[in-house]
């Protein structure tokens, strides 16, 4: 027995020798109370070096490896090792945890820093991300992540001068990081010239963005901003390891053993070498260094801590010191002195004194030592070496006695007999020497039993036995010192032994766990004295035993500290200490021992100590002292709540059953009926699992609950109300300290928790997310009420504390591993908790985001019980709890005080009053107590004769168990297990409020034929019959022998027949319940029985057992059996006539049997619907084959019932749901109406006789549910209506050319971009060079080169281009985005997008500033409407990993970035009222709608929003919870409750023949209105989510826009439509949509189609598909066009005029359009009836040539725009068109691979001259020379070849090529261009080039969207750039498309030309498109001012 309970001493950790130096770094630092904080193992250690004194941290489970200190010098953070590590926040001076951080990392955290103001921690993990982590680390709560390096990262530090700025740095990078939003964004350093790019090791920021970085090769690299400036070399010798910042200056400590110190600006102040100090060593490395004043602390490679003081710089003193490299195995302690020897792989052996805590004496020797002795007297020390030598040295002065050598493998243990005699030597080759020590240690035996190493020995008391363990855990005894084997174990009996250190062996059995590998255990020492024995093992893990312990799986209590292995431990000479050894930590740990009786004031152990472990969970010896558990509580802690289809897989279970479905429902289906039922009264109460679950509300109703319904219960009235929100059971309840809200949990895979409010029986939060699974089994509120604790049924019993209304997880922990049945928050201080349950007891307190617990200490006061109910005393320190037992035990702080005799049995319930505590429990007592539990003050009885005459219902039974108590309006509320609630009155009487079923499944339901009431049948073996009228009660019960399954009213309803489950039945009578007959024909239960309709002449009765048998109810005789089912029968039904039954069978037959002698019929299933049946209960058949759900394989639908009209078929199924369908539903997957209320089968549905009622009964939530039948055109909808059935509908929501573009594009995502161009060949970056024939000397006599190109700036000095600036963009995205344009500054400015670029445009002067972060394509925008957030503008991407901007429109400022979850791109956002939130809408398969807070970058809420395409979603403008979304054939009403969202189909039933349209549009209206443009020009109008009228033809097309007007409620509509007198794509409507205004936009187009609108003062704003944004005046319905764009296909043409400031542009949208740069306006615009694909001036500027894509081309005058010509030679698109330099010729390229040449001075004919022969592919631009007699001509197959002008003859003499003076050059190919190719153009070409008017600088446009600007020519390779634009993302051009960079571009062409303008400025112009896979095109024009 005695081994069977933990030993009652204890152990306490007194010291640590050592220091982590080995793979950490800046890991050692001065508190602000000038300790010393550092770790070693997986202790965090606080050292005083004034008092000597250490004080430890053990929250961590593994080794630490990264220490940061906070900036105020008292909190630390540590982090460790681990498959799920975690980081500590704790406290220097208590050691106490705040806060813990936790599943993010995996393998370890490498780095830790907090940031200047101490609130944020940033930690770097050890996975192969190496992620980066920011944290708000009071909270516990990630505030943004990101990958952070394919390399390890040595260090990460945050730049305390720039806020939101970090710096990280390792293995060949550094990068510096800004935190914008929740996106971590880095920018790699740029190395460049300045230095090598090489490891950064570590690093410090410094002021005006410096950051100082410590590299491999011991320079010191200094950074501004991302780029490195200088270099300071050999600051060390090699790697610098650690640098310290401080206010003085910087300190650095490298691999050289050098310490520097530096001014501010990195000045050299000093340097200290380690090696030469009196103190250093060779090799000695430096690993950490903190500078503060005058000291300076050094953390070495070997495991030292120097402190230097700095005026005596070369005598450092050493605080400490540790064994290193390799693996410390030897300890030995002295036989009469406190001293401890300790021996480990790095060759030393150290001596340590255990009184002053130092080293007193080291030696190194030769080899690795594995183990050391002492000899009796502490004269010699032996030591055992790796090599299989040993030595002996001498203690005194350590010198060598003797070194010997007979073996060859290592020597693991040696032992000096206790006389002195001899020394054993154990060896890893199974053999034990014997020397003798006087002989100078000659050896004098041998002991070779083994047959694997030897791990331990040890000696007998004599010195004549010696006894050893080895690896295969065997235990041999042999006798001295011969070493002859002993085996009689006769022999050794009687042996002392002098030491017990075996790990094998009679007297140690219970220090194994039952089932473990024999190795685990290292090391053990017995204590004789004491009777204790001490182990060691593998896990880190110190235990304490009972000494002998002999059987297995014995208790102990247990230590951590260590990380890993505990190699060695041993007992201090005078059992004083423990001393224990770390493997792989290197660590020696001194533990005080604290015996039973100095435990008495155990109370002053600090409380970080292990007695949070002490009764540890793993012992699992026999338990025989923990009393049995009670027969109530084993049967619940069986209980389980695991389904095997969750409610939550409905949604991916239907997925895989599309295909089925569209098979099926091609046929039109049924619509769901008319009529609807409303959940009216529950009879039941969960009693039998639950506690503590029944309260008062604030106005005195009762609230509870039962299955998966919360019930207010109001006692007066007798009525109920509901809150359906719960899908599955409620297991839990608690009230909010105010009494108005409530918070229940349920059972799920993922299981939810609502919190809702009483009175309006709405959900405020709904809390779910993962942490808990299967089930919430307690929940409670704080005493503020702003937390909420829970407690899951998952294996751990997770505990997990929320902020419910932010619906955020504040802390989590793991529980317990027995069932937890209740969760308390302490009333005073909110961080703590208790959680009680199966033998536990545990007190919380909330650190970050983790909760450390500690169990209750019960001391010698009472047993390990279980706890079934606790609550919180008078002050924070009184915990109470309810034991099993019936004992109430009483808690100070953990420890137990005292307990109580309170019940006979569990004590199951309490409650705390304001003076005093109410009790509960299995007797049936409720007992009133004093406010110390020292008296009971009154007990009340539940008992039938205690019942108040008035009270209805009837109890069950005597005193039955008590589950809850609650007190309030002078009465005390009682719930039992029976499911009963009970109030009983302060004087005594007890009224009967509501019951149910008790325990068991119910299945037996039958209605009366001509009253409001029915009969239930149980397995609780009753019989129950209610009241369905307005009494609500139970009016009668019997008890039965057996559970019952199935009833049946007789036709007159005298009669009751009830199905048992042993197969036999009995009839009752209907008033009495007395029985009138009985029969015992069937061995199995008795399914379903029926009385036959009439005069009830005869008896069904179906059977497990597949017959139905027919009783003669007049005679009592069986008068026929229904033979020929293959399965048990579940349902039988009579026709009207009495003559005929139908059956259905487990084996879904549909049968059917004469009557009375049982026949089997066949009836074709056509004639069955013939048959008048009296009543229709089957499941199959036609008539009902619409009933199966699309899911029917997992889910089997149990019951149905007709109405007696045959209208309405009402259906139960195993997932809970009470189903609504019209009769008969013919054709599969009929539509229903669904409803929620039962949590899992729902065993049976009956109609009353008069329909007014539906009845239905939940099996296994026992709870039997009233439900009212609404008939149709009963309008008054409720909240709880149904959801609609299961597939959507599948009307035609409508068509329209413009919506199925939109809903089908693909965006194609610009870093996933491919050439838009079909080129094939070898790039011009990897063709081999041919060498030239005439390479030419360097210097040369030979007449100067030619220029490359005619220049027309002669005379004046050429300056090359610095940079571009874009200046003006023409163009809107209007085709496929909506609501993008919005007033800002009242009307001044407008905002749109385009391409990538935010565009902010002035009404007044047209000028235009760009908002360019964006990296890829806009696709949505959203201007904040609350004053607070003025002018800040949301703008959504596309992406694979899109982002959101929240953006400033006047400074352009980004103010936060949200990455988002949406995969492809962002379609829709929206601002809430409060301007604080966001909400997004993916373009993700799911169209995920997301809320944000968008200043933080949190995530709020997160769900998939619909199976189709959403276009919009918008906030309601006065709510932060409420909004819409709309799209393909759906709306949804949308509610944000704390972090989940709810959403409710709009409901279209209450309208005739409305039909659910694609929806595209959405406003807003008083009184919950909301309005919605549909496809088809309607308008919806909704109250709620209920359609409650139709404005048809609000528009004559789709209705793409609408915009709410906040000041005056006014609404404004865009549509589709042909412009007429009276219509107008426009219109202005009044607050309800009664009344329009209609306007019509004057752009002269056929169809005007609106695609976004906005009201300002007095002005309507509108963006057109058509790229145009008009202003249209409200008064004079004036047009004025602000912006103007290409529509749809790739702009491709682009001209510049000779003279003036203005271009062309031609676009496949087949127009032409001149536009003015410096009026920024488009003057004219051509329609050309076909897609145009390039555009040039003639050199005079007044004739334009047009090439189209058919092949033709035009002439036009520029003066009159006429056509001077045109001509058709070619099929294919023209990709260029030229006019020579003298006007004379024209060249036109095609894509068939051809030149064409005409002579214009032939006239407007036209005549085709000659054309260029032997073209490899298709042309792609030429260029002629300045004499006209060249054309170069570019091929789509990277070639580039010169003909003559105009034979048309290839010029191959590339000597002739060269002089060739060219009048342009726009060609992407030839030597002089090969620099603009760059590395990463596998993916991507470059489309376009131009070289500017002076001829020394040249622009190219690529695939990638990117503009580059290049000095021309640029022959070299990968020539370096002067400048980059691109919508826009890093200046970092070199890595832009590595993989490092997940840079996210669309595919652009960019063509640019250069102005022939003299002045300063010089204009360029960009133009960017899309890809040509995409069905339309991304117009966009920027023009770019130039700075000469």
Request: one cysteine or more; proline letters at 3%; hydrophobic letters at 35%.
């Amino acid at each position: 027995m005695a081994a069977r309970s933990a030993p009652s001493c204890h152990l306490r950790l007194e010291w640590v020798y050592g220091y982590r130096g080995h793979q950490c770094r800046n890991n050692l630092y001065y508190t602000a109370a000038k300790e010393i904080v550092y770790f070693v193992a997986g202790v965090g250690v606080v050292y005083s070096p004034r008092e000597h004194r250490q004080k430890f941290y053990r929250g961590h489970s593994d080794d630490i490896i990264s220490l940061a200190l906070h900036p105020e010098r008292v909190l630390v953070a540590t982090g460790q090792v681990g498959k799920e590590p975690y980081i500590c926040i704790w406290d220097s001076y208590t050691v106490q945890t705040i806060s813990v951080l936790k599943d993010v990392h995996t393998h370890g955290i490498a780095c830790l820093a907090f940031d200047l103001d101490g609130q944020r921690l940033v930690s770097v993990g050890l996975d192969s991300k190496n992620a980066v982590c920011v944290w708000d680390w009071k909270r516990g709560k990630m505030l943004s992540m990101a990958p952070g390096h394919t390399d390890r990262i040595f260090d990460i530090s945050w730049d305390l001068y720039q806020p939101n700025k970090l710096v990280s740095c390792g293995v060949k990078h550094i990068k510096f990081w800004s935190l914008c939003g929740n996106a971590l964004t880095p920018k790699r350093g740029v190395f460049g010239k300045t230095g090598d790019l090489q490891t950064i090791l570590c690093l410090a920021c410094a002021r005006d963005e410096l950051t100082y970085s410590g590299a491999l090769n011991g320079d010191i690299y200094v950074w501004k901003g991302i780029n490195l400036i200088r270099t300071i070399q050999g600051a060390h010798a090699a790697g610098i390891f650690s640098m310290n910042a401080c206010e003085e200056g910087f300190a650095t400590g490298g691999r050289d053993g050098c310490i520097r110190l530096w001014d501010l600006t990195f000045k050299p102040i000093t340097v200290i070498d380690l090696r030469e100090t009196d103190q250093g060593y060779k090799g000695l490395s430096v690993r950490s260094v903190c500078w503060r004043g005058d000291h300076i602390l050094v953390g070495t490679q070997d495991s030292e801590i120097f402190e230097i003081v700095v005026q005596e710089r070369n005598k450092p003193f050493l605080i400490m010191q540790g064994h290193c490299e390799g693996e410390l195995w030897a300890l030995a302690v002295h036989p009469t002195k406190p001293l401890a020897v300790t021996g480990s792989d790095d060759r030393s052996v150290r001596i340590w004194s255990l009184v002053d805590h130092a080293l007193i004496a080291r030696c190194n020797m030769e080899e690795p030592i594995r183990c050391a002795a002492v000899n009796a007297d502490g004269i010699h020390l032996a030591l055992g070496m790796k090599d299989g030598s040993f030595t002996v040295l001498r203690v005194r002065d350590m010198t060598e006695v003797v070194h010997i050598k007979d073996r060859k493998e290592a020597i693991h243990e040696l032992k000096y007999s206790p006389d002195g005699t001899y020394l054993a030597v154990g060896c890893n080759d199974s053999s034990v020497d014997i020397y003798g020590v006087a002989q100078r240690y000659k050896k004098v035996g041998e002991c070779l039993g083994s047959l694997s190493f030897i791990t331990h020995l040890d000696w007998s008391s004599d010195s004549r036995y010696l006894q050893t363990n080895d690896g295969n855990g065997k235990r041999l005894f042999y006798r001295m010192p011969g070493g002859k084997e002993v085996t009689s174990t006769e022999e050794i009996k009687g042996v002392h032994w002098a030491s017990w250190t075996c790990v094998s062996g009679l007297e140690v059995n219970g220090i194994w766990p039952k089932y473990s590998d024999i190795n685990d255990i290292n090391s053990v020492d017995g204590n004789y004295i004491g009777q204790v024995l001490v182990t060691a093992d593998d896990y880190g893990i110190i235990k304490l035993f009972r000494y002998p312990c002999l059987r297995k799986g014995a208790k102990f209590r247990k230590y951590i500290g260590h990380s890993a292995h505990v190699t060695n431990v041993r007992w201090s000479h005078d059992y004083q200490w423990v001393i224990s050894i770390g493997g792989a930590d290197h660590s020696v740990f001194q533990w005080k021992f604290i015996p039973e009786r100095k435990l008495k004031d155990a109370v002053h152990i600090a409380p970080q100590e292990s007695l949070a472990d002490s009764h540890s969970d793993e012992s699992d010896s026999d338990l025989s002292d923990v009393p049995e558990l009670d027969s109530e509580i084993e049967q619940e802690t069986q209980l389980t709540y695991r389904r095997q289809v969750y409610k939550e897989d409905l949604p991916q279970l239907k997925e895989q059953c599309k295909e089925k479905q569209k098979s099926a429902t091609s046929k039109r289906r049924e619509r769901a009926p008319g009529n609807s039922i409303r959940l009216h009264f529950v009879h039941g109460y969960r009693g039998y699992d639950c506690r503590s679950n029944l309260f008062y509300t604030q106005i005195g109703e009762i609230v509870y609950h039962v299955a998966a319904v919360g019930v207010i219960y109001n006692r007066q009235q007798n009525t109920q109300r509901f809150y359906l929100g719960h899908d599955d059971d409620i297991l839990c309840l608690t009230i909010h300290p105010l009494k108005d809200y409530v918070a229940t949990g349920q059972v799920g895979r993922d299981p939810s928790i609502h919190i809702w409010d009483t009175e309006t029986i709405k959900p405020l939060s709904i809390l779910k997310g993962g942490h808990h699974q299967y089930g919430v089994s307690a929940v409670d509120f704080s005493a503020d009420g702003k937390r909420l604790a829970s407690v899951g049924i998952d294996d751990s019993h997770t505990v997990v504390l929320w902020d419910w209304k932010k619906g955020e997880k504040l802390s989590i922990a793991r529980g317990s591993k027995d069932k937890i049945f209740v969760v308390k928050m302490n009333p005073y201080v909110p961080d703590k908790l208790i959680t009680a349950g199966i033998k536990h007891m545990k007190f919380w307190r909330k650190a970050g985001g983790g909760l450390i617990g500690r169990k209750g200490y019960i001391g010698t006061l009472g047993k390990n019980d279980t706890m079934m109910c606790a609550v919180y005393g008078w002050t924070e320190e009184m915990a109470f709890s309810g034991t099993s037992t019936g004992d109430v035990c009483i808690w100070r702080d953990i420890f137990l005080v005292k307990t109580v005799k309170a019940h006979d049995g569990p004590v199951f319930s309490m409650h705390a009053l304001e003076k005093g505590f109410v009790t509960g429990g299995k007797d049936g007592i409720v007992a009133l107590w004093d406010d110390s539990f020292e008296r009971c003050l009154k007990t009340y009885a539940i008992k039938r004769a205690a019942l108040a005459p008035g009270s209805k219902g009837l109890l069950l039974e005597d005193n039955p168990s008590i589950r809850a108590i609650s007190l309030g309006h002078g009465h005390i509320l009682v719930g039992t297990k029976n499911g009963e609630i009970l109030e009983v009155d302060k004087s005594g009487p007890i009224t009967l409020l509501v019951q149910g079923h008790m325990e068991g499944e119910v299945w037996g339901l039958a209605t009366h034929p001509y009253l409001p009431i029915c009969a239930t049948v149980s397995d609780d073996k009753t019989l129950r019959i209610w009241d369905l009228s307005p009494s609500h009660c139970m009016l009668a019960v019997r008890k039965l022998k057996k559970g019952g399954r199935c009833c049946c009213f007789s036709p007159d309803g005298k009669a009751l027949a009830v199905g048992l489950n042993d197969g036999s039945f009995l009839m009752a009578n209907a008033d009495t319940l007395e029985d009138l007959v009985s029969f015992h024909h069937r061995k199995d239960m008795i399914s379903d029985i029926r009385f036959s309709p009439g005069s009830g002449k005869y008896l069904a009765v179906a059977s497990h057992d597949s017959f139905i048998d027919i009783y003669n109810v007049m005679n009592s005789k069986r008068v026929g059996i229904c033979k020929g089912a293959t399965s048990y029968i579940t349902h039988i039904d009579w026709d009207i006539r009495g003559k005929l039954l139908q059956v259905n069978t487990g084996a879904k037959e549909q049968l059917f049997f004469e009557a009375p002698r049982g026949k089997k019929q066949t009836i074709p299933s056509v004639e069955v619907e013939k048959i008048a049946w009296a009543s229709w209960t089957s499941v199959l058949g036609l008539c009902c084959e619409g009933i199966w759900p699309v899911i029917g394989e997992v889910t089997d639908v149990t019951a149905s019932c007709l109405t007696s009209d045959k209208m309405v078929l009402a259906t139960g199924d195993d997932l809970g749901f009470v189903k609504l369908f019209r009769y008969p539903t013919k054709g599969k997957f009929g539509k229903f109406k669904r409803y929620v209320a039962h949590s899992t089968h729902v065993t049976n549905v009956r109609w009353t006789y008069d329909d007014s009622m539906l009845v239905t009964l939940g099996g296994t939530d026992m709870s039997l549910m009233v439900w009212t039948n609404e008939m149709e055109g009963y309008r008054e909808k409720r909240p709880c209506d149904s959801e609609e059935s299961d597939i959507d509908s599948e009307e035609d929501g409508g068509y329209d050319s413009d919506v199925t573009r939109e809903n089908e594009i693909s965006y194609t995502i610009r870093a996933l971009s491919t050439n838009i161009r079909p080129m094939l060949g070898i790039k011009p970056h990897l063709q081999q060079k041919e060498p030239s024939i005439d390479e030419r000397p360097p210097v040369s006599r030979a007449p100067p080169q030619p220029e490359k190109l005619q220049t027309n700036n002669v005379g004046k000095k050429k300056r090359p281009i610095e940079d571009l600036v874009l200046e003006l963009i023409f163009g809107y995205r209007g085709r496929d985005c909506r609501n993008n344009v919005h007033y800002l500054n009242d009307g001044d400015d407008i905002i749109y997008h385009t391409a990538s670029v935010g565009i902010l445009h002035n009404v007044a002067t047209g000028s235009q500033s760009f908002y360019q972060e964006h990296n890829d394509d806009i696709l949505c925008l959203t201007v904040n409407q609350h004053p607070k957030f003025i002018n800040i503008v949301a703008t959504g991407q596309v992406a694979t990993a899109p982002s959101i901007h929240i953006w400033d429109a006047m400074n352009k400022q980004t103010l936060s970035i949200l990455r988002c979850y949406h995969s492809k791109g962002v379609c829709s956002v929206s601002f809430s009222a409060t301007g604080k939130l966001l909400l997004s809408v993916g373009l993700d398969p799911e169209h995920t709608i997301t809320i944000w807070r968008w200043q933080e970058g949190a995530k709020i809420a997160s769900r998939a929003g619909h199976n189709q395409r959403i276009f919009v979603a918008e906030f309601r403008p006065d709510s932060d919870t409420q909004f819409v979304s709309v799209g393909v054939k759906h709306v949804k009403f949308w509610t944000l409750a704390g972090r989940a969202l709810l959403s409710k189909k709009g409901l279209l039933s209450t309208l005739e023949d409305a039909r659910m349209q694609t929806m595209l549009a959405i406003a807003f209206g008083a009184n919950n209105l909301t309005f919605t443009g549909t496809i088809s020009g309607d308008v919806c109008v909704w109250k709620d989510h209920i359609l409650c009228r139709i404005v048809a033809r609000a528009h004559n097309g789709p209705v793409f826009a609408m915009y709410t007007t906040l000041r005056d409620g006014l609404i404004v509509t865009g549509g589709k439509e042909r412009p007429s007198k009276e219509g107008g794509a426009v219109k202005l409507w009044d607050q309800e949509l009664r009344r329009c205004r209609a306007f019509r936009l004057e752009t002269g187009q056929a169809t005007d189609c609106v695609r976004s609108v906005c009201r300002g003062k007095g002005k309507i704003l509108v963006g057109t598909r058509n790229a145009e944004i008009i202003e249209v005046g409200e008064k004079n319905a004036a047009c004025n066009i602000l912006v103007n764009g290409h529509v749809d296909g790739p702009i491709w043409g682009l001209a510049t005029h000779p003279s003036r400031d203005f271009f062309l542009s031609a676009a496949e949208d087949g127009t032409v359009r001149l536009w003015d740069i410096a009026d920024k306006k488009m003057l004219n615009k051509v329609n050309l009836g076909h897609a145009a694909r390039t555009v040039c001036y003639s050199p005079e500027g007044d004739m334009v040539a047009i090439g189209m894509k058919n092949g033709e081309f035009i002439i036009l005058l520029v003066s009159s725009l006429k056509i001077w010509g045109k001509k058709r030679d070619r099929r294919c698109a023209i990709h260029d068109i030229r006019f020579s330099p003298d006007s004379r010729y024209l060249a036109v390229g095609s894509s068939e691979n051809s030149v064409d040449f005409y002579d214009l001075t032939l006239g407007p004919t036209l005549n085709r001259i000659s054309y260029c022969k032997d073209i490899p592919s298709f042309v792609i631009q030429m260029d002629f020379s300045a004499d006209s007699s060249y054309l170069q001509v570019s091929s789509g197959c990277y070639k580039r070849h010169v003909y003559e002008v105009p034979s048309g003859k290839h010029l191959m003499d590339h000597a002739a090529i060269d002089r060739i003076t060219w009048a342009t050059w726009t060609s992407i190919l030839g030597d002089e261009v090969l620099g603009i190719w760059s590395r990463h153009a596998e993916k991507a070409d470059v489309n376009c080039a131009c070289v500017s008017h002076s001829g020394i600088s040249l622009v190219t446009g690529d695939d990638f969207g990117m503009v580059k600007l290049f000095d021309f020519p640029c022959p070299e390779k990968f020539v370096s750039l002067c400048f980059v634009y691109y919508y826009q993302f890093t200046p970092n051009f070199d890595i832009l498309s590595s993989a490092l960079f997940p840079i996210y571009l669309k595919c652009f062409v960019l063509i640019s030309k250069f102005f022939p303008k003299l002045s300063k400025s010089i204009y360029f112009e960009i133009k960017a498109i899309r890809n040509k896979s995409s069905p339309s095109s991304n117009i966009i024009f920027g023009t770019i001012l130039q700075k000469l």
